[in-house]
C-alpha cells in the first residue's frame, strides 16, 4: 500500500509541474504576441485602424482559404467582431484535406482569428481539381449539416474567376 501512496504523489507531482510548465508557456505565448502587436502598430499604425484585439481585422480575413488540390471537407462560416456590432459579418470558405472532421476546421480557425467570433453555416465537401481549373461542391457535414452550396460557389467564384464551379447535393 505504501508503494502506491508513493507512486501517486510522484504523478500527482509530475502533472502538477507539467500544468505550471504549460501554464508558464502560455503566459510566454501570450505575452510574445501582445509585444508583437504593439511594435507592428507602432511601425505600420495605419493598419491597425479597424482591429479587433486580436490584430485581426474583418477586412483582412482572406474570403477562402482551401487546399491547393484534392477532394477535402469545408465549411462555410460567418465572422463578426462582438466589439462592432455595427460591421456587418463576413462570409468565408475554409477546406484543409488535413482535418478529418469539419469541426477540426472550426477549431483551427478560431485559432487563428480569436477572439472574432465564428458561426459555422454548414459545411461539405470540394473536389479541386487545379490541372482542369475545377472545382465540385458537394455533400453535408453531420455535426453542421448541409452549407448553401451556392453561397459557396460564388465566394469561391471571387476568388478563383477562371474556374468552373459545378455544385451538387449528392453524395457525403
Known amino acids: 500500500m505504501q508503494k502506491f501512496a508513493r507512486g501517486t504523489i510522484f504523478i500527482r507531482s509530475h502533472l502538477t509541474l507539467f ?3 504549460y501554464q508558464s508557456f502560455n503566459s510566454l ?6 509585444h508583437l502587436v504593439a511594435y507592428s502598430q507602432q511601425k505600420h499604425p495605419e493598419k491597425f485602424t479597424k482591429m ?8 483582412a480575413i482572406p474570403k477562402v482559404d482551401i487546399d491547393k488540390s484534392g477532394v477535402f471537407k469545408y465549411i462555410l462560416i460567418n465572422v463578426t467582431d462582438k466589439n462592432k456590432q455595427e460591421e456587418s459579418p463576413v462570409t468565408i470558405v475554409r477546406g484543409y484535406a488535413h482535418c478529418n472532421y469539419h469541426s477540426d ?3 483551427e480557425v478560431e485559432g487563428k ?8 453555416l454548414g459545411g461539405g465537401r470540394i473536389s479541386h481539381d487545379a490541372d482542369f481549373k475545377r472545382f465540385k461542391i458537394y455533400g453535408y457535414s453531420q455535426g ?3 452549407a448553401d ?9 471571387d476568388a478563383y474567376p477562371k474556374y468552373t464551379i459545378t455544385i451538387s447535393d449528392e453524395g457525403y
Request: charged content about 20%; overall charge negative; aromatic content about 2%.
Open 19 to 21: 500544468q505550471l510548465n
Open 52 to 59: 479587433s484585439s486580436s490584430g485581426v481585422t474583418l477586412d
Open 149 to 157: 452550396h451556392e453561397v459557396t460557389a460564388n465566394i469561391i467564384k
Open 105 to 107: 476546421i472550426l477549431d
Open 29 to 34: 505565448l501570450q505575452q510574445t504576441k501582445l
Open 144 to 146: 453542421f449539416g448541409k
Open 113 to 120: 482569428l480569436h477572439p472574432l467570433q465564428c458561426e459555422v
